[in-house]
């Protein structure tokens, strides 16, 4: 006993005096990183705030009064509303096509017994491990004997068949933790499959869309391979492909390209702030697993 | 109640949306394209079948190898600059503190941003002119550092891969962080009661501990190294004079700049033999490491 509590004492000396001795040291250094990757950001969204002189004469400076006429123009004559349209139309209605595709299979898949399970199970799985690049070629070609090279829809079809794989992964070991009863209950009870899904199973596998649903519109929003080398014409581009644009057309003009930028950014910072712990959880557990 | 969960019908009709879409999409262009790697095709013209002629000509163009070791040298810069970092600052958010969770935030941040907006700002910020790194420089006295660091040759691959670490370092910082959690508390207890100092902990329990977390993250590093597009193609475009050329960037350049939709065929097919090879060796050689451990 006297022992036991002699320990005790000793290393909660040592934890004082080791921590008391490191605290400044790894303040000072998570600051001064903290610093270096805040920053960058910081500063594209102060610089969309001044006038295009100011950021010529001097880089660091705050903005003496807030230009926000730079937003008026990059979303009107640098056409950020029309992208910001399709970013909105091509991402929402993939991770609706997504969702709805996704979780009948994840249903099948996690309940349903059957010889090719196994099979079409790892097909998906493997598809985790394609790299983008090396379908960006087939793909092009695929959509340009289908017609729909300059359609949104060449994006939306596409975004989907990539964000399935994640998807079904998740959504399956989500509604495989369901309890059996649950769904054998309302088989007795007489309900059709098509209830038992739409009624029991997709409302409790919630959790799981949600979270799925938020990481495929992170993807989709960002998305930018694809969409370069699907979509040439200027009405059909989203974000990041009409920011690409900027690079020819307004390079100098850096106060409205970050006004821009910070217009493309926004959705996704909003929805980082709210939504933190399921975003970071969700994109670490994904990329691990795949 | 087995008969339900047998039944065909409602396993076909669950089933074939997804499974079309994903084959239609994803599957059936890969395997098509494997064919396409055999012929000369513009995408106009009837295809030519040319035999090996494509692979051949895409394993002994310099240009392609170049590119490939620049795939190589983000790798490396990937493992040895994003990883120990990660780690590093998974050690320090790893004991609760105050801010812990504000720092990871902002660590992970860059991560949230879409890749086309970190490489527009990135270039403006290492911009010559109006850049910040130039004006810092200046303002600090070392105006005689300042470069156009994406526009010498010399340079541009290290600045680009100096933004990549900027970009992902927050992904493997928290990777590496659910596996430090992972490891009971115990186990760091009674080691400190033998004597274990610092140093002897991290490497002799963090580190074997959580080597399956370190594993996974070289994987992953290589197979995001091998498959780098978009940073760099809004940065540099591969410039200047190919000094940032990345395969991907080069299979681009051959099928949608020149119209070679059978050779840009041939690239992507060897761009997916070389990252699973890459991929795969690695996971072998750590396992083994693993085991001497």
């Known amino acids: 006993m006297k022992k036991q509590t002699n320990i005790e004492f000793l290393r909660s000396m040592s934890f004082t005096i080791g921590t008391r001795a490191k605290k400044p040291v790894k303040y000072l250094f998570l600051i001064m990183f903290g610093f270096i990757t805040f920053f960058p950001v910081f500063w594209m969204f102060y610089t969309s705030l001044k006038s295009n002189q100011e950021v010529m004469m001097n880089t660091f400076s705050l903005p003496t009064r807030l230009h926000f006429e730079n937003y008026i123009k990059a979303w009107k004559t640098a056409k950020i509303d029309v992208y910001f349209l399709n970013s909105v139309i091509v991402s929402v209605a993939a991770v609706i096509l997504t969702t709805l595709v996704a979780a009948p299979a994840a249903f099948i898949l996690s309940k349903f017994k059957f010889g090719m399970r196994g099979f079409i199970y790892s097909i998906f799985i493997v598809g985790m491990l394609i790299p983008m690049q090396t379908v960006l070629v087939p793909l092009f070609l695929q959509m340009k004997i289908l017609g729909l090279l300059d359609k949104l829809l060449s994006m939306i079809l596409s975004y989907t068949a990539f964000c399935l794989p994640m998807s079904i992964f998740i959504l399956e070991s989500f509604i495989r933790s369901l309890p059996d009863s649950i769904i054998e209950a309302a088989v007795l009870d007489g309900a059709s499959m098509k209830r038992i899904f739409a009624q029991i199973v997709f409302p409790l596998s919630s959790p799981a869309i949600a979270t799925v649903s938020i990481l495929n519109f992170l993807t989709n929003w960002k998305e930018f391979s694809l969409a370069l080398i699907f979509i040439s014409k200027d009405s059909k581009k989203t974000l990041p492909l009409g920011l690409y644009n900027f690079i020819g057309a307004y390079s100098t003009d850096y106060s409205q390209l970050m006004a821009a930028m910070v217009i493309a950014s926004l959705p996704l910072m909003i929805i980082y702030l709210i939504l933190q712990d399921q975003i970071i959880n969700g994109m670490t557990d994904g990329a691990v697993k795949s | ?293």
């Open chain 2, 1 to 293: 109640m087995d008969l339900i969960f047998k039944n065909k019908k409602y396993i076909f009709l669950g089933l074939f949306p997804a499974l079309s879409l994903f084959i239609f999409f994803v599957v059936y262009p890969i395997i098509r394209s494997f064919f396409y790697g055999f012929y000369d095709w513009n995408g106009l013209s009837r295809p030519i079948y040319v035999g090996l002629a494509n692979f051949k000509a895409v394993l002994s163009d310099k240009v392609f190898w170049h590119a490939f070791r620049n795939n190589i040298f983000i790798v490396v810069i990937s493992v040895f600059g994003q990883i120990p970092l990660g780690l590093v600052l998974a050690v320090l958010l790893n004991d609760k503190f105050r801010g812990a969770k504000f720092f990871r935030f902002i660590f992970f941040m860059p991560m949230i941003l879409s890749t086309v907006v970190v490489g527009l700002l990135w270039s403006t910020i290492l911009n010559s002119q109006v850049g910040i790194v130039n004006n810092l420089l200046k303002n600090i006295g070392l105006g005689s550092l300042a470069h156009d660091w994406l526009g010498e040759s010399g340079l541009a691959l290290y600045s680009v891969g100096f933004v990549i670490i900027w970009q992902f370092f927050g992904l493997y910082m928290i990777i590496l962080m659910a596996a430090l959690q992972n490891i009971p508390k115990e186990v760091f207890e009674s080691a400190e009661l033998d004597g274990a100092g610092g140093l002897t902990k991290l490497f002799h329990i963090t580190l074997p501990m959580i080597w399956s977390s370190i594993m996974a993250s070289v994987v992953l590093c290589i197979a995001g190294g091998m498959k780098t597009f978009d940073l760099v193609f809004t940065m540099t475009q591969g410039g200047p004079a190919h000094s940032t050329d990345l395969m991907a960037i080069y299979m681009y350049n051959k099928t949608f700049e020149t119209y070679k939709y059978g050779y840009g065929s041939a690239v992507s097919l060897v761009i997916f033999v070389l990252s699973f090879t890459l991929i795969i060796g690695s996971r072998a050689l750590m396992s083994r490491k693993s085991a001497d451990l």
